[in-house]
């Protein structure tokens, strides 16, 4: 109860940077988080191929936005390339990698991905957010949103990539 909680907020640095990866691309992010680990809870992994569709969706009914893939390698997808017109923040210096995923954050109007910290990460920027994961996880997820940011949780492991696109729809 003693306890305040802040909103994540990039250093300069970090946002300069991101501005130039970006190269003049002034467009909101929509950042995505490919989850996919071999080891730790490969459960909760998503297929490659949904992201791959889920990236298509949004290219083609969101051209107003730019696509930012979040993650480390060794922990998601797409570590040996991008797709294309994908903003690459996954193969960047792992010593700047959280600084700038929170730069990218900040300047998204939406977050997609699996459950995860990362999406903690993303409501702590506050990032309005899309996270799917078992629905016994929904409450602790919400309680651990301090900031009240909103997030659309659907309670399944697996979702239909239509069940995401229509989360999408609902928020952006």
């Not at 995505?32 to 569709?53: G, S």
Request: negative net charge; charged residues 25%; hydrophobic residues 35%.
């Amino acid at each position: 109860s003693e306890q305040k909680f802040f909103k994540l907020m990039p250093s300069d640095s970090s946002s300069q940077a991101l501005s130039e990866m970006r190269a003049g691309d002034n467009r909101p992010i929509i950042s995505l988080f490919p989850r996919y680990r071999e080891e730790r809870r490969a459960d909760k992994n998503w297929d490659e191929e949904n992201y791959i569709n889920l990236i298509r969706f949004l290219q083609k009914n969101y051209p107003g936005y730019q696509i930012a893939l979040l993650g480390e390698p060794g922990g998601c997808y797409f570590v040996s390339q991008a797709p294309e017109g994908c903003l690459d923040l996954i193969n960047i210096d792992s010593k700047s990698r959280m600084d700038m995923h929170v730069a990218a954050l900040s300047k998204s109007a939406l977050a997609i991905g699996g459950l995860s910290g990362a999406l903690l990460v993303a409501l702590a920027s506050g990032c309005k957010s899309v996270v799917w994961g078992e629905e016994s996880v929904r409450e602790r997820f919400n309680e651990e949103n301090q900031l009240g940011t909103q997030l659309l949780y659907i309670g399944e492991q697996h979702p239909e990539n239509s069940t995401i696109e229509e989360a999408v729809k609902s928020i952006v």
